[in-house]
Structures are given as structure tokens and as C-alpha cells.
């Protein structure tokens, strides 16, 4: 019996084995391009006001978030456009939330979960801040 | 009822269905708590999972060294499936022969298997110490390398084999090894798919052992782990869910692979009078 018939017949025999290790090698393999991929740690997004505008020079802060503890806020400001970046943040969960004078905050601070630990971020939603009316 | 097919009757699965909902549905609570995080006194419970998500099986990635425990366990799930089928197998064949003293061998391997482990963990810590095993993968597999119960369920798939094929291969100058792993073996797939199957499972589980003999974070085995896990987090339903799939799901792995043959096991053993 030939070396090929032989590895043909195992083949034959093992085909669910084969078709599940597969799977799961494959799905490894896509895995571990997109980290690659994706592994600069940023989070980034908008703090907008109550019509959807960016609000200028805003202060976001960035907290880690463990089940005990929260450690010492990542502060960063947002641009002209309302637009942050925080860049090489090696976190899993955190907690994200804007403020400026003259706002308020109604949500708070908003809690998220990355993939990884330096998976690049885009927040689903922007921040929101309200101005006060003044009385 | 058509040519060549037997009607099977309905009524059983009458009652089959809802004890099969039992038994998987505590199984099911886990998963989605794992994927959901609910704790166990949510009210209103519901059956289908709100907001699923893998993030409690990433925290367990990060939290616990993980891959190490699950290496380790697997190393020595290894150790213990191929040294069980190579010592289990050798032990049964040799029960096929006649030899002065084999009533007396069976009585004893009988009575071993009355002994609880527990009252034998002292001597077995000092045998391995002796051996300067502790701490190490071969340490953990030691207590496990041979099973007796896995000894007879070899003995008693030799013995349904006909002595007429052992015969025919001892004349044409076969030796008794080569009988036992080209011959033997492979006409005792039941038995082999049995004893990987409850070794793996053994070993998988195995808890006061391990916690015994391991000094080391990073000799520990997944059931240590689990509960290095819940001492560390034990409010937290989430990661501790996911991680108790992470454990279970490889012995349903071993147990889908070898189930038609463990279920052949079985029925043959209960058929034999």
C-alpha cells in the first residue's frame, strides 16, 4: 500500500476529527490576523452636544474598570470637532465620560469591553454633553 | 408498516423528552450565563439570553493564566489515557492465561478497588515524594497511570476474542506482544474508546491530588484553577460560567469521539451472561 492511499484512508476515516480541528485552526488563524491587525490600543470618538455638534476642548476621561477598583483616570482633551483619540491603551473594560464648563453630563460615564487588550476602539456612540441653560 | 422497517413505539419519548429538558437545561444555565453574566436570581428568569456577548470567557483569558492550566491538564489527561490503554491492555491480556496464583491477583485487584483513594493519598504523597515527583506532570498522571476497573473492561473484551486467532499467530512465530497490539487491540476498539474515555474523564477531575501534590502556580491543573477562580472572584457569575464551559467542553469533546464505540462498550458488557 502506498504512502498516499495510506494518508487517504486515515483521511477517510478521521473526516469529522479532521473537519473539526480544521474549523477551529482556521478560525484561529483569522483571529490572530485581525489582532494583528488591530493592536494599537486606540479609543477614539465624539463628544457631541444635545444637536449633534462637536463640542470643542471637552475633557474626556478614561478609566479602567476592574470588578473592585477603578484606577486613576487617562485624561485627554477633544478638538475643535469634538473629536478624541487616546492612543496605545493596553485596557479590556473601561469606563469613558466628557465634560466641560458650561455642560452637563446625563449619561455619565458610560462602560465598555474590548476583544483585547490594545483593540482598537471606535466608541458606538458619541458622548453626550448638554449645556445649561443659564437662569 | 413497510417492508424491512420495525415501528418503533412513540410513548417513551413521551417521557424521555422531559428528562432529557432536565438534565440539559442546568447545562444550558450555565452557557448562558456565560454569555450573559445574569446571576441565578434575575427575576423574571428567561430561558433566551439578553445582550449575548464572549466578553466573560475574554476575561478569563486575561485574568488566569488559562492556556497554562488547560496544558496542563491536557498533558496530563494524555499521560494518563496512553499509559492506561498500554498498562490496562498488558494486564488484561495476561488475565487470558492460565498462571498459578491468577485467583488470587483477581481477588486482589478486587479488593483494591473497595480502598478509597482518600485513605491512600498519604502513602501515595510519600511514594511520589520518594520518587521526587512532586510538583511535576508525571506527579499528577502517577496515581492514575493504571485503573483496575479499565483492567477488567480489557480483560473481558480479550476474552469474546477466539482463542483459535492467538493460537494461529503464536504458530506462525508471532510474539506475544505483537499479539497483544496488532491482534488484540485492534479488535477491542469498545474497550480502548471505554478506557480513554473514563480516564480522560478521571484525570480531567481529578481535584484533592493535585491540590496535594502541586506547591506551584503554574503546575496547577483546570479544576484548581476553578477554584483558584472562585476564591478570587466569586461575585462575579460571568467569568466564572464562561470558565466552567472552558472546562467541561473538553470532556464532551472526548466523550462525542468515542461515544458509539463507549455505548457499544456498554451494551456488550450488559448483553454478556
Known amino acids: ?135 | 408498516m413497510s417492508r424491512g422497517r420495525l415501528k418503533r413505539p412513540v410513548w417513551p419519548h413521551l417521557f424521555l423528552i422531559p428528562l432529557t429538558l432536565v438534565m440539559i437545561v442546568p447545562l444550558y444555565w450555565v452557557f448562558k450565563t456565560s454569555l450573559t453574566g445574569e446571576i441565578l436570581y434575575t427575576y423574571p428568569p428567561s430561558l433566551i439570553p439578553k445582550n449575548p456577548n464572549l466578553f466573560y470567557y475574554i476575561d478569563v483569558y486575561y485574568w488566569i493564566p488559562f492556556l497554562r492550566y488547560l496544558w496542563n491538564s491536557l498533558f496530563v489527561s494524555a499521560i494518563v489515557v496512553v499509559s492506561n490503554i498500554v498498562i490496562n491492555s498488558m494486564a488484561g491480556f495476561s488475565l487470558r492465561y492460565s498462571f498459578p496464583g491468577k485467583k488470587m491477583v483477581i481477588l486482589i485487584f478486587l479488593s483494591c478497588m473497595l480502598i478509597p483513594f482518600q485513605t491512600t493519598i498519604i502513602p501515595a504523597f510519600l511514594i511520589t515524594k520518594q520518587f521526587g515527583l512532586i510538583d511535576t506532570h508525571f506527579g499528577l498522571a502517577f496515581p492514575l497511570l493504571t485503573t483496575i476497573i479499565n483492567i477488567f473492561i480489557f480483560k473481558s473484551a480479550f476474552d469474546a476474542i477466539p482463542k483459535s486467532l492467538s493460537d494461529a499467530a503464536r504458530i506462525d512465530g508471532m510474539p506475544e506482544w505483537k499479539i497483544l497490539f496488532r491482534i488484540f487491540l485492534p479488535l477491542s476498539k469498545p474497550a480502548i474508546a471505554t478506557n480513554i474515555i473514563l480516564t480522560f474523564l478521571w484525570s480531567w477531575n481529578n481535584f484533592i491530588w493535585p491540590l496535594v501534590i502541586i506547591r506551584t502556580k503554574e503546575m496547577q491543573t483546570m479544576p484548581l484553577g476553578l477554584a483558584r477562580f472562585l476564591s478570587y472572584f466569586e461575585p462575579s457569575s460571568g467569568p466564572l460560567y464562561a470558565f466552567t464551559i472552558l472546562v467541561i467542553v473538553p470532556v464532551i469533546i472526548v466523550f462525542l469521539w468515542n461515544q458509539k464505540s463507549f455505548i457499544s462498550s456498554m451494551i456488550s458488557g450488559a448483553l454478556k451472561g
Open chain 1, 1 to 135: 500500500m502506498s504512502l498516499g492511499s495510506t494518508l487517504l484512508d486515515i483521511v477517510k476515516r478521521n473526516k469529522g476529527a479532521i473537519i473539526f480541528f480544521s474549523v477551529i485552526g482556521l478560525s484561529i488563524g483569522i483571529w490572530s490576523i485581525y489582532v494583528r491587525a488591530n493592536d494599537d490600543g486606540i479609543i477614539e470618538g465624539l463628544v457631541v452636544d444635545q444637536h449633534g455638534r462637536g463640542v470643542a476642548n471637552a475633557i474626556v476621561l478614561l478609566q479602567k474598570k476592574g470588578y473592585d477598583i477603578l484606577d486613576e483616570p487617562i485624561v485627554t482633551t477633544a478638538d475643535e470637532y469634538g473629536y478624541f483619540i487616546y492612543e496605545d491603551v493596553a485596557m479590556l473594560e473601561f469606563v469613558i465620560g466628557a465634560e466641560r464648563e458650561g455642560y452637563i453630563t446625563p449619561e455619565g460615564r458610560i462602560s465598555y469591553h474590548r476583544y483585547f487588550l490594545k483593540h482598537n476602539f471606535e466608541l458606538p456612540e458619541p458622548l453626550l454633553l448638554i449645556k445649561e441653560v443659564a437662569q
